[in-house]
T-cell receptor, first 115, second 115 residues
Framework: AQSVAQPEDQVNVAEGNPLTVKCTYSVSGNPYLFWYVQYPNRGLQFLLKYITGDNLVKGSYGFEAEFNKSQTSFHLKKPSALVSDSALYFCAVRAKNSGNTPLVFGKGTRLSVIA | GAVVSQHPSRVICKSGTSVKIECRSLDFQATTMFWYRQFPKQSLMLMATSNEGSKATYEQGVEKDKFLINHASLTLSTLTVTSAHPEDSSFYIC???????????FGPGTRLTVL
């Protein structure tokens, strides 16, 4: 079975400070990993993904994430937070050789960036 | 990139009526479409998976007679909430995949409110 854990319901950070949103996963075999952002009453916006290759993945809006196989983690990071980054963030996973199974999502982490 | 649309974006209906939500892949053929449901401040929960031309596969606990899914063409899937009740009020998000095991692209979501 595939699963994702986002241990923090809420992350608060001051504008200009670095931010980290945590994600750990569990799959059989190698994972495909994704981060999405959701603004109120809106759909999901794709931020970045890890498929293969370099463990550090750079995505949209200055976000990046590092795949750590030994820790089964894929934490989302940004060097300097903006107030406009305040939103709900979802980590998602799928096993590489899992046929046509869908993405499984974490419960989400609400990021609040304070001016 | 691949675009998925949903219509309507928002619908309000009376209890007991049926509501149809459309999901279209605009620039690719979607062999598989997924329907997710999101309650306020919660994660996306998979409701069902549909492959073009075949019956949908529903997740445990999802009533197939209440949530009718049709995937009649490679670019259109519909979700019909039959005899809607207030507890069906939610945010419904569709997702489409062009190839078996390929990347999922998400629609903008439909906010359903049942009075």
């Amino acid at each position: 079975a595939q699963s994702v854990a986002q241990p923090e319901d809420q992350v608060n950070v001051a504008e200009g400070n670095p931010l980290t949103v945590k994600c750990t996963y569990s799959v059989s075999g190698n994972p495909y990993l994704f981060w999405y952002v959701q603004y109120p009453n809106r759909g999901l916006q794709f931020l970045l993904k890890y498929i293969t290759g370099d463990n550090l993945v750079k995505g949209s809006y200055g976000f990046e994430a590092e795949f750590n196989k030994s820790q089964t983690s894929f934490h989302l990071k940004k060097p300097s937070a903006l107030v406009s980054d305040s939103a709900l963030y979802f980590c998602a996973v799928r096993a590489k050789n899992s046929g046509n199974t869908p993405l499984v999502f974490g419960k989400g982490t609400r990021l609040s960036v304070i001016a | 990139g691949a675009v998925v649309s949903q219509h309507p974006s928002r619908v309000i209906c009376k209890s007991g009526t049926s509501v149809k939500i459309e999901c279209r892949s605009l620039d690719f053929q979607a062999t598989t479409m997924f329907w997710y449901r999101q309650f306020p401040k919660q994660s996306l929960m998979l409701m069902a998976t549909s492959n073009e031309g075949s019956k949908a596969t529903y997740e445990q606990g999802v009533e197939k007679d209440k949530f009718l899914i049709n995937h009649a063409s490679l670019t259109l899937s519909t979700l019909t909430v039959t005899s809607a009740h207030p507890e069906d009020s939610s945010f419904y998000i569709c997702s489409a995949r062009g190839t078996i095991g390929g990347e999922q692209f998400f629609g903008p979501g439909t906010r359903l409110t049942v009075l």
